[in-house]
């Protein structure tokens, strides 16, 4: 089965993390429609969707909760756009959905493309970082689980009970402006998840400055991991098979970037999450933040 390799090695990732005190089911990063399916209903389990509110209400899982993304996930701060928002609305955002310590969170994509599925691997990184780790996603999302044939519901989605959700922020696998600038030495591997041409110069984001990527930084777009076929990530192998040689060690540290975080979130979450890269961090201000600098250069070309 596509998910058995992965699945084991989230397996194995999620027995090493610190005992949590959580309620709801055990999730992996990656889960099933069957285990969707199994524990559908299950207390202290909240499944977010991301589409629009019209898909949402015409159709969506049963029990699902309608989040608007970007959202509240996403804030200008300091002038960059789509960046990480304080703690405090983040905290207030999970409280209004429903979320608390004890709850298991899975985050459903539509599985319509590499660039789509950057919002659950976004919305799950963000949740990792405010210290929640009971997070997963549906693997193929809402489009796996209708071509399944299994249950749907329409209209406003499940009433949410407001609760406390409290940060405990995990900074470790956060990369500010300045961390990265104290890596351009080559402590770090940087990695360029936008399309190649953005990567070049050749084309550039309107949420960036200036065009090019940050200096000795190797290029691996996001969408490398994406299985168009099967609406979801390639199953570990696969993975494995697309990464350079720059990425051969795994204790290696790994900093991930694209215009805004959006996409280096799909490289994070499978480097991080699936492959096992412990010291892998997202540049969560990305080329928004880096270009607004002009005193921080930029590479256009290829790397020498």
């Excluded at 699902?64 to 960059?80: E, F, K, N, Q």
């Excluded at 799950?124 to 549906?138: D, F, K, P, T």
């Excluded at 990265?180 to 770090?188: D, K, Y």
């Excluded at 990695?191 to 050749?202: C, I, L, M, N, S």
Aim: net charge negative; glycine share 10%.
């Amino acid at each position: 089965m596509r998910m058995l390799g992965r699945v084991v090695v989230a397996i194995c990732s999620l027995m090493m993390l610190p005992n949590a005190a959580i309620a709801g089911p055990s999730v992996t990063p990656l889960v099933s429609t069957e285990w969707l399916s199994a524990n559908l209903g299950a207390e202290d389990l909240v499944l977010l969707d991301y589409r629009s509110q019209r898909a949402f209400e015409a159709s969506h899982i049963p029990g699902a909760v309608h989040t608007t993304y970007p959202g509240g996930w996403r804030a200008t701060v300091d002038g960059v756009p789509w960046a990480l928002p304080e703690v405090g609305a983040l905290e207030s955002l999970l409280s209004g959905l429903g979320v608390d310590a004890d709850t298991s969170v899975i985050v459903i994509p539509e599985g319509s493309g590499s660039t789509e599925l950057g919002g659950a691997t976004w919305v799950y990184w963000v949740m990792n970082y405010l210290g929640h780790e009971a997070v997963g996603i549906l693997d193929g999302g809402w489009n796996a689980w209708s071509g399944e044939g299994r249950a749907l519901e329409s209209g406003a989605g499940a009433d949410v009970e407001p609760t406390t959700f409290v940060a405990d922020p995990t900074p470790e696998i956060l990369a500010s402006t300045g961390f990265v600038r104290e890596r351009l030495n080559g402590e770090a591997v940087i990695v360029d998840a936008r399309p190649h041409a953005q990567y070049t110069g050749e084309t550039q984001s309107e949420l960036v400055t200036r065009a090019g990527h940050i200096p000795g930084a190797i290029s691996l777009d996001n969408a490398r991991f994406y299985d168009a076929d099967a609406g979801g990530l390639k199953h570990i192998e696969a993975l494995e098979a697309e990464l350079p040689p720059e990425l051969s060690d795994r204790s290696s540290e790994v900093i991930s970037y694209c215009n805004t975080g959006h996409w280096s979130s799909v490289n994070w979450f499978v480097l991080h999450e699936l492959l096992n890269f412990e010291n892998a961090r997202l540049y969560e201000g990305s080329m928004a933040a880096w270009t607004r600098d002009p005193d921080l250069s930029l590479v256009t070309g290829e790397l020498p």
